[in-house]
């Protein structure tokens, strides 16, 4: 059974920085594809960042230079690190693993970005 459990998120102004973590057990490091999402109240959920097979990775256009994906295999986690966050980047943000035609989701955490 695959679990992910995503922590970091909080309140933080305009400029400051976050890292998220998403600590994943199972068979989640085996997965083709492991990322984040993002979702903002009224908003569809977006893409933020994931690596794909290997470990090449991609970004939004909008979080390209600010935020970097990372993942420790030994811990089996999975890290966002959020530098220059701005109001826009408020919502929930989900970590994800693809494993075959399964997409696992974690619950999400909070990211609140004040002016």
């Known amino acids: 059974q695959v679990q992910l459990v995503e922590s970091g998120g909080g309140l933080v102004q305009a400029g400051g920085s976050l890292r998220l973590s998403c600590a994943a057990s199972?068979?989640?490091?085996?997965?083709?594809?492991m990322g984040w999402y993002r979702q903002a109240p009224g908003k569809q959920r977006e893409l933020v960042a994931r690596f794909l097979t290997g470990s090449s990775t991609n970004y939004a256009d909008s979080v390209k230079g600010r935020f970097t994906i990372s993942r420790d295999n030994a811990k089996h986690t999975m890290y966002l690190r959020m530098n220059s966050l701005k109001p826009e980047d408020t919502a929930v943000y989900y970590c994800?693993?693809?494993?075959?035609?399964?997409?696992?989701w974690g619950q999400g955490t909070q990211v609140t970005v004040s002016s």
């Open positions: 199972g068979s989640a490091f085996s997965a083709n594809v």
């Open positions: 994800y693993a693809v494993l075959g035609s399964w997409t696992h």
